[in-house]
Every structure is written in structure tokens, then in C-alpha cells.
């Protein structure tokens, strides 16, 4: 539903923005979860 928001309802265009959306996951998120590990020091970095 969001992509379809993001796109003015646009099925053609929220569904290339899914595609998008899918590919940019895999690559960011290989394992298709991150740890806690992970998560931990980006957010000390943030919070600084």
C-alpha cells in the first residue's frame, strides 16, 4: 500500500518502486534481517 500512496496510486509505478525497493533490500540486507550487533553502534552514531 505505501508504494501505491507514494505513487498517486499509480499500479505501473508503485510496482516498478517495489522492484526497486526489493533490489536495494538485497543488497543493503543480505541476510534479510540485521542484528542486533549491527544495530547497536549505528545507533550510538546517531545519538551522539
Do not use: H
Not at 499500479?11 to 547497536?40: H, N
Amino acid at each position: 500500500m505505501r508504494f501505491l500512496i507514494a505513487r498517486s496510486m499509480n499500479p505501473e509505478k508503485a510496482a516498478k518502486m517495489f522492484c526497486q525497493w526489493k533490489k536495494w533490500r538485497a543488497e543493503m540486507v543480505p541476510l534479510g534481517y540485521i542484528t542486533d550487533s549491527e544495530v547497536c553502534p549505528r545507533m550510538d552514531i546517531l545519538f551522539q
